[in-house]
């Protein structure tokens, strides 16, 4: 059962960029498609192009995260997607809980962008 | 057939230690009788100091990890409304109560010593029917702890990060496939849970633990006083790569006249060598009992007289372990003086046995 994000993004010509953090001391991963296209995955996503404002219009992003519970400290996720560059910069989160240690969470959050 | 062997010398062992024991096995039981005779780990920085300070082990210790359940908690044992629950006691990590979806995985690893030290913090809260006591009173202990160490973190851990990462990125490529993701997941689970251990190999790591006990007669929160103060501090150091651990601990033990225990000032210090199945530990601990009083010397003059005696204990352990659930243990060496009177030869041979799992 996956925590899902379904949402849009207001953008103009510029470039639009995407960060995500995923934060309590956790340890995750995420694949981002666009349009169903595969555009990147990994640990570390920070300030990743996704292209012009103009070119994305329409579009639907899809960041599918999984969130592994290395902290031993705390069961707690939180994923924060970042967008820069659209009508204004602009943050959007998810946030959970796995029911025991080691266990792991996804994250599905879903973007459409729209040309303003 | 490695399993045969290791069981014919550990009989072995057993039988040349026995000869030259003073004791016979099955009296180890005695050394952790009295409370005072323990090995160095008595000593070390307790996870729970309220609840040592006190010397009980709660039956139900409540572990909210959210505001609200701390405060419900509270609300529930009747403390908020003034009232002294009889049993009741709670633990609890203030700064992981609250989400930090700013704190990366990478800040979180490679935290720095102060932002260690509010991560590690964790408070316990404890209450109890006295025991001692004639009247129908309460003791009530308040502990907190935390650790710090050396910003960097385990080496094996690049590693761990790395396969995690490519599991978890094969499963994001598996997403509609239930078999693979199954076959995946335990694989990650695994990585996940040695991560977290690993974690917790920093190196050089210092813990501090601080506690109060009071004794309140008749419930009444106005007519308690302090029965007993404890310090701990635990410097241990685990090289990467080596056998080899070395423990500092220090502790001061206070008891307010109450009890015939005195008051303590712990040192002392252990190396540990650990190649499987031996064991082999030497420990050090210098003990200082102190007790002050106060004497009317005339009318006008009052001096307070401070007197300290001090002992030792120095031993050597040394364990085989047999199988999983089985090991020999001797230790010999030099116990506390006060303790053990004339007799404080430290000689015992015993078997630990494991049952379950």
Redesign the interface.
């Known amino acids: 059962m996956a925590t899902t994000l379904n949402t849009s993004y207001n953008v103009k010509d510029a470039n639009v960029s995407l960060t995500i953090i995923i934060g309590d001391g956790q340890f995750g991963s995420s694949a981002v498609l666009l349009d169903s296209e595969k555009k990147t995955n990994g640990h570390n996503i920070t300030n990743y192009p996704l292209g012009s404002g103009s070119s994305l219009d329409g579009k639907t992003l899809r960041i599918v995260t999984i969130v592994s519970d290395t902290n031993p400290s705390t069961t707690n996720m939180d994923v924060t997607y970042q967008f820069k560059g659209g009508v204004a910069d602009q943050n959007f989160s998810l946030s959970d809980a796995v029911a025991s240690q080691g266990d792991a969470l996804t994250f599905d959050a879903s973007f459409v962008f729209h040309k303003v | 057939m490695n399993n045969e062997r290791n069981k014919l010398l550990g009989l072995l062992l057993a039988i040349l230690l026995a000869g030259i024991s003073e004791n016979t096995v099955g009296q180890s039981a005695g050394r952790a009788s009295n409370g005072v005779g323990d090995t160095l780990d008595a000593f070390r920085t307790p996870t729970s100091p309220a609840f040592v300070l006190f010397g009980i082990e709660p039956t139900s210790v409540e572990r909210p990890?959210t505001p609200r359940a701390v405060a419900v908690s509270l609300l529930s044992s009747g403390l908020a409304n003034g009232v002294i629950p009889n049993n009741y006691a709670i633990e609890f990590?203030p700064?992981?109560l609250t989400?930090?979806?700013?704190?990366?995985?990478d800040?979180?690893?490679n935290a720095t010593a102060d932002e260690q030290l509010i991560?590690?913090l964790s408070i316990s809260f404890a209450t109890s029917k006295s025991q001692s006591a004639p009247d129908s009173g309460t003791d009530m202990g308040a502990g907190l702890r935390f650790q710090v160490s050396p910003p960097g973190k385990s080496s094996k851990l690049p590693k761990l990060?790395q396969d995690?990462?490519n599991v978890?990125?094969a499963?994001?490529?598996h997403?509609g496939d239930k078999k693979a993701l199954d076959s995946l997941?335990s694989k990650?689970?695994d990585?996940?849970?040695q991560?977290?251990n690993e974690?917790?190999n920093r190196g050089v790591v210092l813990e501090f633990a601080a506690a109060l006990a009071g004794h309140f007669p008749q419930n009444d929160l106005n007519n308690g006083r302090i029965t007993h103060t404890g310090l701990w501090l635990t410097l241990s150091y685990k090289p990467e790569g080596t056998m080899l651990e070395f423990l500092g601990v220090g502790r001061l033990l206070w008891n307010n006249g109450v009890g015939g225990d005195g008051n303590y000032l712990d040192a002392g210090a252990r190396v540990l060598y650990e190649n499987d199945p031996i064991l082999v530990s030497g420990e050090f601990v210098e003990r200082t009992v102190y007790n002050t009083t106060i004497a009317q010397q005339s009318s006008n003059t009052t001096i307070g007289v401070i007197t300290f005696s001090s002992t030792y204990r120095a031993s050597l352990l040394i364990d085989y372990k047999i199988d999983n659930n089985t090991s020999l243990e001797y230790s010999f060496g030099h116990n506390f003086t006060q303790v053990t009177g004339i007799n404080n030869l430290i000689s015992q041979l015993g078997i630990k046995f494991g049952f379950g799992g």
């Open positions: 990890t990590s700064y992981w989400s930090h979806p700013d704190l990366t995985y800040k979180y690893v991560q590690s990060e995690l990462e978890s990125n499963m994001l490529d997403l997941e990650r689970k990585l996940t849970l991560m977290q974690q917790k």
